[in-house]
């Protein structure tokens, strides 16, 4: 059973562009949450999103960054006119139904986006 | 005031020794509390819910006291593969549950 699935890896982008960041959560989870984490520093909660339906939003930035988790497909993290201060390690966990009181976030290995 | 504050550390102990990190927390509110262990580039993985009871796994023992929002984490034996960052980690309903993180408190066990 495949973990928490992210990709790209690895994301080189120029000032401008946009930034897209897919996390597919573990077989039966249908929670995901999205995490922030500058370096040398702590996971900055940013979404925490159902199928098609953002729970709280609280985390993201309110111009350029997007979140969605459709019905079909991954969750998508979208960052429009990437700054250089984008760059970070961007983390994707899952969990089941019931979370949190069960406690369990499952994370994805991470996508590292560095803007030029 | 941080939601979630640890004492970054870093802590440099020798193999062996007995190391303790603490956490505190600001929302009253909050429901379920953990620890995660994150290495130097990786993910963090759990390692250990907090029970109100206080709860013990192998070298690892996790308290948490409600009346004075703080987790305490207590690390005996200590061994080289232990060496990481250690994450406190709250749970509270806001409307819908978020999960907070605090920053972290490095750990380096030396030979």
């Known amino acids: 059973n495949a973990g928490v699935m992210q990709n790209p890896r690895h994301l080189v982008r120029r000032r401008g562009q946009e930034a897209r960041l897919r996390c597919s959560p573990m077989?039966?989870?249908?929670?995901v949450y999205w995490y922030r984490q500058l370096p040398e520093e702590g996971l900055k909660f940013m979404v925490y999103l159902q199928k098609e339906n953002i729970i709280d939003e609280s985390g993201m930035p309110k111009e350029r960054f997007s979140a969605e988790f459709p019905k079909e497909g991954p969750s998508i993290l979208r960052i429009q006119q990437v700054v250089r201060g984008d760059s970070a390690a961007y983390f994707c966990?899952?969990?089941?139904?019931?979370?949190?009181?069960?406690?369990?976030?499952?994370f994805g290995e991470g996508s590292r986006l560095t803007v030029l | 005031r941080k939601e979630v504050e640890q004492d970054p550390g870093p802590f440099n102990v020798p193999e062996g020794a007995t190391v303790a990190f603490n956490c505190t927390y600001s929302?009253?509110?909050?429901?379920?509390f953990f620890w995660y262990r994150q290495d130097c580039r990786k993910e963090p993985k759990l390692l250990m819910s907090?029970?109100?009871s206080g709860n013990e796994d192998g070298r690892f023992t996790a308290q948490l006291n409600r009346a004075s929002q703080y987790i305490s984490l207590l690390i005996r034996d200590s061994k080289l593969s232990d060496s990481a960052t250690y994450l406190c980690v709250v749970n509270f309903n806001t409307g819908g549950f978020k999960t907070i993180f605090g920053a972290g408190t490095r750990l380096f066990v030396k030979a």
């Open positions: 077989k039966g989870h249908s929670h």
């Open positions: 907090v029970y109100s």
């Open positions: 966990a899952s969990s089941q139904p019931g979370h949190p009181e069960t406690g369990e976030l499952f």
């Open positions: 929302n009253s509110a909050s429901q379920s």
